[in-house]
């Protein structure tokens, strides 16, 4: 078969813009959350076209959906490709979703020129990659890569309650297929770097050696509820003071472990939010990221020391809870040999790059050799509605996808 064969970069952008309608948000971005109507309707959407494409649609227990083209030897495992769908809340258009349907387009083409490969070719949109309605991330992809029971991927738990199980099955995607257990010859994830090396490297595609770590917290202090106007500043018990406080080591912990250390408070909720008394309790979360293991570690002592501390400072009780660890992950030298080869023989300016962001491929690269493509974002923003990528660039990281995975499905 030829392997000159190239993706339709104009089909590929129209899919993109056309799924980017569901969730559209004034701002040009996408509000997608996982497992809502919308994302019902993005899932029906991706099932749809892949039915288009001739392909069989399954779908498993964790409301995966996996897309299959046949090969010659179908008792071949098959070559895997894909992302997710479930956005932020202030989400973009290609987070995720370039990298399902980058692999729908690899179907597509591989259809156009009616190219047979020798393993099968699978596209998957795995469940709520993001974790912003339902942590952990990555939760799905987790449990087929044997991270995660299922029955604990299950009952995670949005704010109001709902769990991922009752979510599935109301909106019909808790699906008949197994978790995982099955072989995958390779799996590969293209998507935009969300970050700015390449743009300012002036690469059009990161070949991806592996994926930083990421450790993720949730922190509850407890003081107490008091008047705002008679309670004497010295007799304070404010739990959103230690809070602060404690904002301050987090980010303080990330500065002190540069150049690679992230330390980000994402999310707080202060308890019971009225001007005029004082703030009796106080959740937030801490997401700290480094590729390096051991530095992980000291960030956690850090943290934890940090937050005793303040605590013990103004009298209040604290509940620290480390709720994921998605540790540094070193990517299969066949696969990113694949990536790098495809990415060379087609003649794209091309860096090795280490992930930042969390991606499914982690998980999958438990139970797969793996890789990723990355492609540049404008001025390296993502998780934010004004996300873009050039036509051009998506193109050719789907152009470096197709390539590799023929030669994988083919090896
Ligand atoms: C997942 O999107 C992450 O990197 O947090
Ligand atoms: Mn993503
Ligand atoms: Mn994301
Ligand atoms: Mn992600």
Known sequence: MSTNIRINGDRLWQSLMRLAEIGATEKGGVCRLALTDLDREARDLFVSWCKDAGCTVTIDKMGNIFARRAGRDNSLPPIMTGSHLDTQPTGGKFDGAYGVLAGLEVIRTLNDHGAETQAPVEVVAWTNEEGSRFAPAMVASGVFGGAFDLDYALSRADTEGKTMGEELKRIGYFGD???????????????????????????????????????????????QEAHAGPTPMKRRKDALVGAARMVGHVNRIGLEHQPYACATVGMMQVSPNSRNTIPGKVFFTVDFRHPDEAILNKMDAALRKACEDEARAIGLSLDLKEIWYSPPVKFARECVSAVEGAAKSLGYAHMPIISGAGHDAVYLSRVAPTAMVFVPCEDGISHNEIENASKDDV?????????????RANA
Do not use: N, S
């Not at 978790?179 to 070949?207: D, T």
């Not at 193109?395 to 030669?407: Q, S, T, W, Y």
């Open 395 to 407: 193109a050719a990281g789907c152009d470096v996808l197709l390539r590799a995975m023929i030669e």
């Open 177 to 223: 297929q197994e978790v995982g257990g099955r072989k995958v010859g390779a799996f590969f994830e293209a998507h935009i770097e969300q970050g700015p090396i390449l743009e300012a490297e002036k690469k059009q595609v990161g070949v991806v050696q592996g994926v930083q770590g990421i450790r993720w917290y949730e922190i509850v202090v407890t003081g």
